[in-house]
């Protein structure tokens, strides 16, 4: 039964350690469990010292977490879909903006922001599919709220806690069994007594996993393995489905061979925050008794309370022989304490790479500049190596799940309502402009009236100035199956490799020379290919064009003129528009 293979699952996650190698033994709930205790400033066996005098705190792992998640960001602007068929360009581009309203709509940069975090703090992130009514989204799965494979999470049974109360169980009647058992289990009672009833939330268990086909079905082949979805309460089965595939995936911080969860950024300093907290707690303890004061004397008459007996300024006469000083209670030690704090701090900032240098701290007057450079570029590398695993692992993501479900939902007509860039603003109403005046100067062929040069160019630009009203907004009618047969390969540029903005920079100011010195140049053909080819590679979204006219119509009759004019319609028609 799934329930009881639940029960040995929880058991095993919380109660079990696994040995990574021989004698070292690792715990995924108690790790994950520290991590929360540290994050919040809090010592796991209490806040108090065998005195019950409250401990200090000297939380050193907080703010690394935050520099790690802001150098690994990522950001919505770098996503990018481009294809490497020049004739999807069009495609390609209104693809783009069809994934910036999905990502505009699930709040995807709030994803990336809490996945970027999560993955630093705990030493991975885990993202989860969710299609729910044809929408697709993606979540950040908690991992206080998850039970996995220590040993391989994607491997294994992935197990969510969800948290439910009797009226979110009763919405779900439609879809679930045995609702009014599991609200019985959300209800404790004391004594019997229904004044004294106490309305709690019920533990809700889903858990996605390959298990026997007997799970399913009494009558399958416990030999055989098949991917499903239970949701239990108790010990009743809720819902249940067949899966084709697991809907999570995880990205490791710093993997590690042999246990699932890697190593982040609070892990990596559990040693440097104890022996801190450590340190701390004995200069508390010096410092608590070297404020006091005590008089030492060797007089017979000097004998009571300093503080409350003698007032400020009274003079004390002493028989000869006699004494009284003040008793030094701090150690000459008491500097070494602080040492101490700086050689574990120094330790962690190295294993972690958070230099000052990268935390933005003022650096002492002293420090070298090659030291800080050096500290700086050596931080840096690291949290790009980390970020371009990242962006690899979206790309993935983005690709397989998310643009794999979008051509299937706006391959249905619809209208694409998006703001666009100047580039793309002018290739749209162009090709726009373009085709409407050819559609009104064929209708003036048919019906026998000669159309101008100059009459055409008033009808584009007309159609052009209309157009630019909206500003950089613009409302595109996507046929049906206009993506249908969409399958070159698109990029998803995340980790920003292919756009070194001062290359492009470069780049640019490299062409435009060419070309100020040589306007005819546009007029070349094959040079335009490779200029196009050139902006392509360098991410550049504009597309250069001979300075013409946009349409140069003879004056003509009947078939030969109408058959030109459609001939001319459909070299510039945008792909939406055929």
Same mark, same amino acid.
């Given at each position: ?55 200090? *705190? ?179 089965? =809720? ?115 958070? *230099? ?101 160019? =008033? ?21 049906? #199956? ?43 053909? #094959? ?52």
């Amino acid at each position: 039964m799934i329930t009881k293979e639940l029960e040995k699952f929880k058991k095993n996650y919380f109660e079990k350690s696994i040995q990574v190698v021989d004698g070292l033994y690792y715990n995924q709930a108690e790790t994950i469990k520290k991590i929360e205790y540290y994050w919040n400033s809090k010592y796991i066996n209490g806040q108090q010292d065998e005195l019950g005098r409250t401990k200090p *705190f000297y939380n050193i792992t907080k703010f690394r977490v935050n520099v790690a998640t802001r150098a690994t960001d990522l950001d919505v602007k770098d996503v990018r879909v481009t294809s490497d068929n020049p004739n999807d360009r069009v495609r390609s581009m209104l693809l783009n903006h069809e994934l910036k309203n999905w990502m505009k709509k699930t709040q995807f940069s709030k994803l990336l922001n809490d996945f970027g975090k999560n993955r630093a703090k705990y030493g991975g992130a885990l993202i989860k599919k969710v299609e729910k009514d044809g929408e697709l989204k993606i979540e950040l799965v908690e991992w206080k709220n998850v039970l996995t494979d220590p040993t391989n999470i994607e491997k294994g049974a992935i197990c969510e806690i969800h948290y439910m109360s009797p009226s979110e169980l009763d919405k779900k009647r439609d879809v679930w069994e045995h609702i009014d058992e599991a609200i019985k289990l959300a209800v404790k009672s004391k004594g019997g007594k229904k004044e004294e009833a106490k309305v709690n939330k019920v533990e809700v268990y889903e858990i996605h996993g390959e298990f026997p086909e007997t799970y399913w079905n009494e009558e399958g082949d416990e030999k055989k393995y098949k991917q499903m979805m239970f949701i239990i309460a108790g010990d009743y089965i =809720l819902y249940k489905e067949e899966e084709k595939e697991l809907p999570y995936r995880f990205l490791a911080w710093d993997y590690v061979a042999g246990r699932g969860l890697g190593i982040g950024i609070v892990e990596d300093g559990f040693e440097a925050q104890m022996w801190t907290n450590d340190a701390i707690l004995a200069e508390k303890n010096i410092i608590d008794l070297a404020g006091k004061v005590f008089i030492k004397t060797n007089s017979k008459t000097l004998g009571n309370n300093a503080i409350s007996d003698m007032p400020n300024g009274m003079v004390i006469e002493l028989n000869e022989g006699e004494d009284a000083n003040i008793l030094n209670l701090t150690p000459s030690s008491l500097p070494e304490f602080q040492n101490l704090v700086d050689k574990w701090n120094t330790q962690y900032e190295r294993a972690t790479n958070t *230099f000052e240098a990268v935390t933005g701290e003022t650096l002492p007057a002293n420090t070298p500049l090659g030291s800080v450079a050096i500290q700086s570029a050596q931080a840096s590398s690291f949290f790009d190596y980390r970020r371009e695993e990242a962006g690899i692992f979206w790309s993935d993501i983005l690709t397989n799940w998310v643009l794999s479900s979008l051509i299937k939902k706006i391959n249905k007509a619809h209208i694409l309502t998006s703001d666009f860039s100047i580039e793309e603003l002018e290739k749209i109403d162009d090709a726009f402009s373009t085709y409407q005046a050819n559609q009104r100067a064929i209708e003036s062929i048919l019906s026998g009236k000669i159309i101008s040069q100059e009459d055409y160019n =008033l009808l584009y630009q007309a159609q052009k100035d209309f157009l630019q009203t909206d500003g950089k907004r613009r409302y595109i009618d996507i046929p049906k #199956n206009y993506f249908k047969d969409f399958e070159t390969k698109i990029t998803i540029d995340l980790t920003g490799e292919t756009r070194n903005k001062q290359a492009t920079l470069q780049s640019l100011d490299n062409i435009l020379a060419k070309f100020s010195s040589n306007p005819t140049l546009l007029q070349d053909p #094959n040079l335009m290919g490779i200029l196009n080819q050139m902006l392509e590679i360098s991410g550049i979204n504009f597309i250069p064009k001979p300075i013409v006219s946009p349409i140069q119509p003879k004056a003509m009759k009947g078939e030969q003129q109408q058959g030109q004019l459609q001939n001319q319609t459909e070299a510039v028609l945008p792909e939406a528009q055929k």
